[in-house]
């Protein structure tokens, strides 16, 4: 069936690097996707990665994909207390089939 | 321009009873989805429509949830028979669908339903 794992909890300190690790079950997934979730806002897409690449990098965000291992990781820069937040790991079809599949989301905390 | 809405932000009933959630999509995009949010948990898909017609309704838990999209732009979600474990945040989300590789998915700052 269709999984995704994710570590629950992260906390960094202002201005290290933040790796956020995910596994998922299902090799047919043709995109991977990073989402941010705020207290009291809704999800917003970071980034996301096609399951032919093995790396996507965008100002302070890089993606890692190992698709034989089915592992996507998140790396944070730099890390600011603005990046605290619930960090969600999704996968997903593209077209026609569009829902996506979470994992729990890992709450990374950033101390100043 | 304005994102996806939802309404009410907040939503509170009683168990048995009937609720309905309204999802405003952006304006020109023909999928819409909704997903639910249960506390420490991920979104979990519920339904899928392209334009009026549902596309993939496999996540529906069970015949108490139904969901209706009349002219393809603002969708309802209509739960009868409420239930306490139905507590949850419910979040819509739109997409352009323009092309059949990619297509970012925008969430509505979601309902939160309470069964009391």
């Known amino acids: 069936g269709e999984d995704v794992e994710q570590s629950l909890f992260l906390s960094v300190r202002e201005g290290d690097s933040s790796v956020i690790n995910c596994t998922y079950t299902d090799s047919s997934s043709t995109y991977l996707y990073w989402y941010k979730q705020e207290p009291g806002a809704g999800l917003q897409l970071l980034t996301y990665?096609?399951?032919?690449?093995d790396m996507k990098q965008d100002q302070r965000l890089t993606v890692l994909l190992n698709k034989k291992d089915k592992h996507l990781s998140l790396r944070i820069a730099d890390t600011q207390t603005g990046d605290s937040a619930i960090y969600f790991c999704?996968?997903?079809?593209?077209?026609?089939?569009?829902?996506?599949?979470f994992g729990k989301g890992t709450k990374l905390s950033v101390k100043p | 321009g304005a994102g996806v809405s939802q309404t009410p932000s907040n939503k509170v009933t009683e168990k048995g009873k009937y609720v309905e959630l309204r999802c405003d999509p952006i304006s020109g995009h023909t999928a819409l989805y909704w997903y639910r949010q249960s506390l420490g948990q991920g979104p979990e898909f519920l339904i899928y429509?392209?334009?009026?017609?549902?596309?993939?309704d496999s996540g529906l838990p069970n015949d108490r949830f139904f969901a209706v999209r009349p002219e393809g732009s603002v969708s309802t979600l209509k739960i009868q028979r409420t239930e306490r474990g139905d507590s949850a945040v419910y979040l819509c989300?739109?997409?352009?669908?323009?092309?059949?590789?990619?297509?970012?998915?925008?969430f509505g700052p979601g309902t939160r339903l309470t069964v009391l």
């Open positions: 989300a739109s997409s352009p669908q323009r092309n059949p590789g990619y297509n970012e998915q925008f």
């Open positions: 990665i096609f399951s032919n690449m």
């Open positions: 999704a996968e997903g079809y593209g077209g026609s089939q569009g829902n996506l599949i």
């Open positions: 429509f392209q334009g009026t017609g549902a596309a993939d």
